[in-house]
Nanobody, 119 residues
Framework: QVQLVESGGGLVQAGGSLRLSCTASGRAFSPYRMGWFRRAPGKERGFVTSITWSTGTTYYADSVKGRFTISRDNAKNTVYLQMNSLKSEDTAVYYC????????????WGQGTQVTVSS
């Protein structure tokens, strides 16, 4: 059973940067894709970014394009989210997820890590 552990959240001032990490453990890890989602206070969880594991192809929500970068380290079973030029509206719990059985479905989720951006 694959498990995901996120780290790197915290409190940062607007305009600052944070890097989140998500490491997968468990059985042989060969996902279709990994992604980051976030849930802001009072809002539904939403897509932030994803990366196709084999090709490195990335996708971003319009709200984070040009500010956030997703990357992966296949050898470490780890995906990163570099967040720059943070805004107060980026405040949320960030979740890592992985699509193992199908490229269309994220079937394993991390516990979430809080990111708070102060203005």
């Amino acid at each position: 059973q694959v498990q995901l552990v996120e780290s790197g959240g915290g409190l940062v001032q607007a305009g600052g940067s944070l890097r989140l990490s998500c490491t997968a453990s468990g059985r042989a890890f060969s996902p279709y894709r990994m992604g980051w989602f976030r849930r802001a206070p009072g809002k539904e969880r939403g897509f932030v970014t994803s990366i196709t594991w084999s090709t490195g192809t990335t996708y971003y929500a319009d709200s984070v394009k040009g500010r956030f970068t997703i990357s992966r380290d296949n050898a470490k079973n780890t995906v990163y989210l570099q967040m720059n030029s943070l805004k107060s509206e980026d405040t949320a719990v960030y979740y890592c997820a992985v699509a193992m059985a199908s490229i269309a479905i994220y079937d394993v989720w991390g516990q979430g890590t809080q990111v708070t951006v102060s203005s």
